[in-house]
């Protein structure tokens, strides 16, 4: 009787998605380019956190339905917040590992 044999896994290939990155190729593997991009990313977020805060609470005590219920506007003033400290941690932790 022979043994029986293991399937072998087909090669590994790159996907056809790659994910979006605001990096050139070539500065993909610097670390302060990654931050760059990050901070880019995180403050987008923000921003759009805020817009949509704002947007929310200037429709109140309108006739025009708010776009967001008050307590989904507090989470997202609470996701900006958090994020905004969050990009100021890292950036002091970058800091504190200057020479």
Known sequence: MSKPTKPVPPPVTDAFHQPFSWLPSHHQ?????QFYAMTVDICQGIKTCIDLAHLSNSD??????PTLAIVDTERLLRLALMSAHMLAEIAATRI???D
């Open 29 to 33: 593997t610097n670390e302060h380019a």
């Open 60 to 65: 109140r005590n309108t006739d025009t339905a």
């Open 96 to 98: 504190d590992r200057l």
